[in-house]
């Protein structure tokens, strides 16, 4: 990669490449370094990040278990080294990522306001299968995901809350900046439905913002946008202080929301941009709170009872899944169809749902916002990150292998959800973190990000997720045609 860039870029090296690999792998070594020496060195002579990466991202998860001080150490080691190595294009020059930090806007942003024309919700829905649950019908919905581990009780207990409190929805008090104001999981829509305040960030294309306008004009809260010379929007990527001084202007107590996504490297790119656009924020509203999505396809430390229930399923599989299976991963040297955990594990068990075809770049971009989600929350701000369901996107089911696997997933367990019940989802528990706090006080982060997971199961089926995902794309390769 070494066409010319602008704002946040990897580091050029010596021949004028831009290395994602080489920034990643030590991104890795470094946040490992801290709490274990022999995994640092291992990811330092990893040859092929690019397939080799799974194994050393999933040990910077695995080797803190247990570990307060090991989990903070290993995310303020891995964020040190990415504001270390990625590098800002200033005026044709690299400068370090800290010139973001205090570097003068190279213009200012103006504030358009449109105010729905709507009346707000004033009670939870949720978008389900062409209906909209309510009352006793979601209810009964949030027990049976629970029932069948496609979530966390605890992720049912606060959507129940938040039922059980509709004067929550409308966030009163609150801005909520949306970065990436056109994701497709991202609140805007339900925020705005429900009469908050929502400043949205997103690139100027007015494609783009003729949506969100329409979204805004419909719905029955305050929508505030970026705009300079009469174009909507801002580059997140190049204009971190222009962005950063908008909305620390902006009345209300601020809540800044990380819903960015971009293709390959761009992703760790617009990424650390909004890191770096985060500290700068702190710095100039220390009532600011943070609000991530965490991706269900990442290794997480699970609490004890996922992994008896994953335990309990695999022991009742049917008796054809019995009889293929022992064939199957006798063929594959193990890799089909593996425990999701070893057979005698007890206490906490680690999660490991990684997806190769998703690569090394996204795993990093959503390994940065669970470090800084970590020690921002250590050292006291208000943060609400949850573990979002496998969901049907257009950057899912672009990838063909993506969209087979997720729509054989059903068979190994796994419910995968669709966006507008995700995005309606994901918002109840946003402003159920944001009316409590960031939720109940955890002695380990990893606590922390399993608390009101909306995992779609994959914490709690029979199968290891990779070792299931070939079969359930080679099952799902015709609906996912159709």
Sequence with gaps: MSEQQHGVVFPAGPDGRRSTGAVGRTVVADALAPVDPTGARAAERETNWRTGYLAHVRRTTEAVVGSRTGALAVAEAGLASVHRQMRVVVDGAEVELAHLRSAAPSGSLTTETVTGEGEPERELTLPFRGRRLRGAELSAQLEDWVARGVVEPSCADAVAAVAAHPEWLALPGRTVAVLGAGAEMGPLTALLR??????????????????????????????????????????????????????????????????????????????????????????????LALAFLATPTDVFVVPEEAVAASQAAYAGRGQVAKLLGRPLRTVTAGRLLQ?????????????????????????LAKRLQRWRATTARAAGTTVSMNVAPPTRTRSVVKNRALAAAYAGAHRFGVEVFEPATSNVLMAALLVHDLHTGGGPAHEEPWQDEAHAAAHGGLWRGPYAPRSALGLAAVLGVGAARG
């Excluded at 929301?257 to 390959?264: C, E, H, K, T, W």
């Design 194 to 287: 429900w009469g908050a305040t929502v400043a949205a960030v997103d690139l100027p294309r007015p494609p783009l913002w003729e949506r969100v306008l329409d979204t805004a004009r419909r719905g029955a809260g305050t929508l505030l946008l970026p705009t300079r010379d009469d174009v909507r929007g801002a580059d997140l990527i190049g204009d971190v202080p222009a962005v950063a001084d908008w909305l620390g202007g902006l009345d209300g107590v601020p809540v800044l929301g990380n819903y960015v996504y971009a293709d390959g490297a761009t992703n760790v790119r617009v990424s650390t941009a909004v890191d770096a656009l985060t500290l700068r924020l702190q710095g100039q509203r220390p009532d």
């Design 339 to 363: 425990r999701a955990y070893p057979k005698d594990a007890t206490g906490p068990g680690i999660a490991d749902s990684l997806v190769p075809q998703q690569g090394p770049n996204y795993a």
